[in-house]
């Protein structure tokens, strides 16, 4: 179960890159193997502005769907629309072309509530 | 005593050792969970049970008498050839349930596939699903689906919209959330009144909703309101209730429309007294995945072979629960299947003269009506199997006696349009043949 | 990849309109008896279509022949055991075929005036009464489609019964063993749904509502047996609580076989429960309907009933449309009287006698079959069922094979697979619903196909996950068809996969 250093985490399994004022969000390794075969990503509006803990898309497999939760407060900036046509990458790729949002964070404190590597990897000990 | 233990084969010998293997002493004891004194001592009150051939008797015995029939307004007698009930009655598809295991439902699932394609080709639209219950309900799902895709309160309805259409419609929708508004129709063609209708469209507008033919049996123009509907981000929806018309008229697909919706009984499905019939819907690729109802894709089997599955699942409640399309499980599959018949057996030449078959017994009905001065014709814009005749004489007088000679000669209009007092709807299809229509015009020519 | 050798009468069938030739026809119309008119003549051309473009021409040799192949790729009752819970395929008896297709009924226009349809109108109000009767409530509506057009109707019911008393109610209480159709009806119906957790024997207990039930609750929606095939054994006591602070209990009918003519429904404090024709009373599944999903109500609800409503007055039958309380109509017409018409006769047929021994061997045979298994499935709620029981694939997950690896074993050993990971409670669940129209013979064969699966899962756990092998399709690729949806065939498709929808 890959779960690099270098990103911050949610309990719901959404992974965040921070970049600045910027974040990209994705799901991590752990959710996209119970998910299994990604069929379809349904992807936010441009431009929409959701609040901590709002789900602006998700993510199905054949049997199941997934929302995606927002991990902080902001607007949306970029969608992944390769995701489209391949929304295998996030099978293939969770952390890197399976990418599936940039936002634009309000209030960076909020950031500091998210968890480290260690903190989900634990979180996952415990859960299983 | 004994009729129904051929439905129950147990024998009093099994009985006993199923009991034994179980550890069960008696019937009673697999009944422990239900608390004792809700437990019935006695008997349900019901009839005492008949034979096989006492049971025929009875049916027979208050079978309903028939009639040549002029009726329609949503349900219509068409020839139904008789390799349909030969062929549904096969019961591997009849006895058969949802088609979720696809390597023992390929019969099911291919037929399904092959009506999904002549739908679209029938409604020009792009995607089908499997079906819904009616065309009443096919309309509500289809606004529902609108509200899903456009988030606002107003649905503009024209009047000339199947009036039982329209109160499904009432009670399906949340008046919290939903507003109708009824566009009327013109006094004089019995179109709806588009001018009147693209006043009332604004950055409010859900839906619009047409039906064409309409209930009048006028064929609607449609064109232009595609454009007036999109420019202010709505859906427009066209519905109709008799879909042979579609063998000659152009179809709603080709005049923008975003959803397609309708009664398919027309399809050789038995009128079997209001149902079960078979509810249309379509739509656009675009908006699939907000489509309601079962849909089945094609794809490969791990050797490569083609075959066909329930797919887009998670867009239904067994997967999507309270966020699902639609709430819909069991929908109208053997009727599906019997459209699906229907349609492969008449094809592309069949369906076509079956149409102007039906347009031109219909324009022969009306020129002999008009003859013989029982009354006027309400509605003159073009019309395709059905048409609105305002009687001098009070309708249900002119009916009764009409009855008397063996003869169902229309419906009348004023339990559903007030302002309609003495007309009648008079529906013909290829199943009245020219003496029928000549005998009805004959009894007529007399009543006065 | 061991291939298919094909035995005999699995024939293969494209398309129709594959088979389709320019030129065949199949088809044979009344004669022309009266001018044929050029449509141009009274309709505007841009109104008129054109060719109707990829429609196939067949003869019907060709559509009796398609059709007959198709059928020959299905299973259906009438071909084995179907063991699907909550689906009750018991099998359909012919008779009602029969009936339904005497032709005054069949043929019979839903606007014939009330006087000559006296038939009809019988059939459908005699059917409402010996169906309140079996539920133990007042009133009985047709008019819904399906059980799911009868869980929406019940819930407009209740809503416009809350609203008549002034009151605006937000939300539903749904177990988690519910079937999806309770929670998506309670949505449609504008509610918001709060699940209640089942306990230890599976039940739904009175604390787990207690804890729950308040002024803003306008319902609890139960299945009663449940889809774990459990007895609610404490729906007295809930019905109590629910009503005490003025809600409603809405019982989900479908598996109402368990039941007849050993308790009534409404004794047990349910105020409006939906039936599944096509389930308990034997109608056909037709492949995915039509169904009927008749709704009774207790006297509270009765104002608020579609309508018409059919009533006998004087001896006479009629429709009755003055019902100002009504919540309005949930279909056009009066209901699936097609289908009403052979449930009346199957109930006519069984007597009461017939319907409560039915209910009897249901859950004998569903304890026969819990029994015979448990040693070799795993039993998450090791006690007596009903009408239907529970297993998992927990014993075999050591040797890596699933729930669904041994339904399409079954496949192979010509069997219709239980219903499959559903309730959602158990993980891996395989729910089995034998009926009581299977005997013991059915039902020992079964056995025996089942614990050798249950050996071949630990000695050659190959076999399941390869299977099914002998049928016509293997196991299909359903990601491709969810990603890449190719939903119909087009004109301009040649190939197989040509012409997908982008």
């Not at chain 1, 959701?50 to 969608?79: A, H, L, M, N, Q």
């Not at chain 3, 389930?279 to 609800?301: I, Q, R, Y």
């Not at chain 3, 070799?376 to 729930?403: A, G, W």
Request: charged share 25%.
């Amino acid at each position: 179960m890959k779960i690099p250093n270098d990103l911050l985490y949610t309990e719901t399994h959404e992974w965040v890159r921070v970049e600045d004022n910027q974040i990209t969000i994705g799901i991590t390794d752990y959710a996209q193997s119970q998910l299994k075969d990604v069929v379809y990503v349904e992807l936010p509006e441009i431009g929409s502005i959701y609040k901590k803990g709002d789900p602006i898309g998700s993510v199905e497999s054949v049997k199941t769907v997934s929302d995606i939760f927002s991990p902080v407060s902001g607007r949306v900036r970029e969608t992944n629309i390769a995701l489209k046509d391949q929304p295998d990458l996030i099978n293939k790729d969770p952390y890197g072309k399976g990418w599936i949002v940039r936002m634009e964070v309000s209030d960076k404190k909020e950031l500091l509530g998210l968890l480290s590597a260690k903190a989900y990897e634990d979180f996952l000990s415990k859960e299983n | 005593m004994g009729n129904f233990h051929r439905y129950i084969p147990h024998t009093e010998d099994e009985r006993k050792e199923m009991l034994q293997s179980i550890g069960a002493s008696c019937i009673e004891d697999l009944f422990e969970s239900i608390p004792r004194e809700f437990r019935l001592l006695t008997l349900l009150n019901l009839p005492e049970p008949l034979s096989e051939s006492e049971l025929l008797n009875y049916f027979k015995n208050i079978e309903p008498p028939t009639f040549i029939s002029f009726l329609g307004g949503g349900a219509y007698r068409h020839f139904i050839p008789s390799i349909v009930p030969k062929l549904v009655s096969r019961s591997e598809f009849y006895t058969a349930y949802t088609p979720y295991q696809a390597e023992i439902s390929q019969g099911t699932l291919q037929a399904i596939f092959e009506y999904q394609s002549l739908i679209c080709q029938l409604t020009g639209m792009e995607v089908s699903n499997a079906s819904m219950y009616d065309g009443a309900t096919s309309l509500a799902e289809a606004v529902l689906m609108a509200n899903r895709i456009t988030k606002r309160p107003k649905i503009i309805i024209s009047k000339a919209i199947h009036p039982e259409y329209r109160k499904v419609l009432e009670t399906y929708i949340d008046p919290e959330v939903q507003k109708i508004i009824t566009i009327p129709y013109k006094e004089e063609t019995g179109e709806t009144d588009k001018d009147i209708l693209f006043d009332n469209i604004d950055e409010d507008l859900n839906a619009v909703i047409i039906q064409s033919p309409n209930f009048f049996g006028v064929i609607e123009d449609l064109t232009e309101v595609a454009e007036r509907v999109h420019e202010k981000g709505g859906i427009f929806i066209v519905c109709f209730s008799e879909a042979i018309a579609y063998g000659i008229l152009a179809p709603p697909g080709m005049f923008g429309a975003d959803i397609v919706s309708g009664e398919g009984q027309s399809l050789g499905i038995p009128l079997s007294y209001g149902g079960p019939h078979l509810g249309i819907f379509t739509t656009r690729e675009k908006f699939v995945r907000n489509m309601p109802g079962r849909l089945v894709g094609e794809t490969f089997d791990i050797e490569g072979r083609r075959g066909f599955v329930l797919t887009l699942a998670t867009r239904e409640q067994h997967i999507r629960r309270e966020r699902a399309t639609s709430n819909i499980c069991t929908n109208e599959g053997l009727c599906a299947l019997m459209a699906t018949i229907f349609l492969s057996s008449l094809g592309k030449e069949g369906l076509k003269e079956l149409a102007l078959m039906n347009l031109s017994k219909t324009e022969y009905t009306k020129k002999r009506i008009l003859e013989i001065n029982v009354g006027k014709l309400r509605f003159l814009a073009p019309t395709f199997n059905e048409f609105v005749i305002e009687l001098k004489d009070n309708p249900e007088e002119v009916l009764m006696k009409l009855r008397e000679k063996g003869i169902l000669g229309g419906l009348i209009l004023k339990p559903y349009f007030p302002e309609l007092d003495r007309h009648i709807l008079i529906t013909v299809t290829e199943m009245n043949s020219k003496e029928e229509i000549d005998r009805f015009v004959e009894v007529l020519t007399k009543i006065l | 990849m061991e291939k298919i050798i094909p035995k005999g009468l699995i024939q293969d069938e494209p398309l129709i309109f594959e088979i389709s030739k320019k030129g065949r026809k199949g088809y044979s119309l009344p004669r022309w008896d009266v001018e044929k008119i050029d449509p141009l003549g009274i309709i505007p051309k841009n109104l008129l279509r054109g060719e109707l473009e990829g429609f196939p021409e067949l003869s019907e040799v060709d559509v009796v022949r398609h059709f007959t192949r198709l059928s020959q790729w299905n299973y259906g009752v009438e071909t084995g055991l179907y063991p699907l819970g909550s689906c009750t395929m018991k099998y359909n008896p012919q008779l009602n075929e029969e009936i339904a297709k005497i032709k005054g009924f069949m043929d019979l226009h839903p606007y014939t005036p009330e006087e000559l349809c006296q038939g009809a109108l019988e059939i459908m109000y005699e059917l409402q009464n010996l169906l309140a009767e079996i539920v133990g409530m007042d009133k009985v509506t047709l008019q819904p489609a399906a059980g799911a057009h009868g869980e929406l109707t019940g819930m407009l019911m209740i809503k416009a019964a809350l609203k008549a008393r002034g009151e605006n109610r937000h939300k539903v209480l749904v177990p988690d063993t519910a079937h999806g159709t309770n929670c998506s009806t309670s949505t449609i119906a504008s509610f918001q749904i709060v699940e209640i957790k089942s306990n230890e024997r599976g039940v739904i207990s009175p604390e787990a509502i207690s804890r729950l039930m308040d002024t803003d609750v306008s319902a609890v929606m139960i299945t009663n047996p449940n889809t774990l095939g459990f007895f609610e054994e404490h729906l007295p006591k809930i019905a109590e609580i629910v009503h005490q602070k003025g809600g409603f209990v809405y019982c989900d009918g479908a598996n109402l076989n368990a039941l007849m003519g050993k308790v009534k429904l409404g004794s047990l404090g349910v105020d409006v429960v939906h039936i599944n024709l096509h389930k308990t009373f034997s109608t056909p599944h037709g492949g995915g309907g039509p169904g009927s999903g008749p709704v009774a109500v207790k006297k509270e609800l009765v104002p608020f009933l579609p309508v018409p409503v059919i009533e006998k007055v004087d001896g006479n039958y009629r429709l009755n449309y003055d019902r100002p309380f009504s919540i309005g109509k949930v279909k056009a017409f009066y209901g699936n009287f097609g289908v009403a018409l052979k449930a009346y006769a199957y109930i006519l047929s069984m007597g009461a006698e017939g319907l409560k021994t039915a209910a009897e061997m249901a859950v004998l045979n569903a304890n026969y079959l819990l029994h015979k298994l448990k040693p070799y499935y795993y039993l998450p709620y090791d006690r007596p069922c009903m009408h239907e029981c529970v297993f998992s694939d927990r014993f075999q997950e050591k040797y890596n094979i699933t729930t669904l690896d041994i339904a399409k074993r079954l496949i192979d050993y010509g069997y219709h697979p239980p219903t499959i990971y559903f309730p959602l409670v158990v993980r891996g669940a395989i729910m089995i619903e034998p009926t009581e129209t299977e005997s013991k013979d059915n039902l020992d064969r079964f056995i025996e196909v089942m614990i050798q699966i249950a050996k071949e899962a630990q000695e050659q756990p190959e076999l399941l996950r390869r299977a099914p092998q002998k049928v016509k399709v293997r196991r299909l690729d359903e990601v491709l068809a969810a990603r890449r949806p190719k939903l119909r065939w087009k004109p301009k498709d040649k190939d197989h996969m040509e012409g997908e929808i982008k």
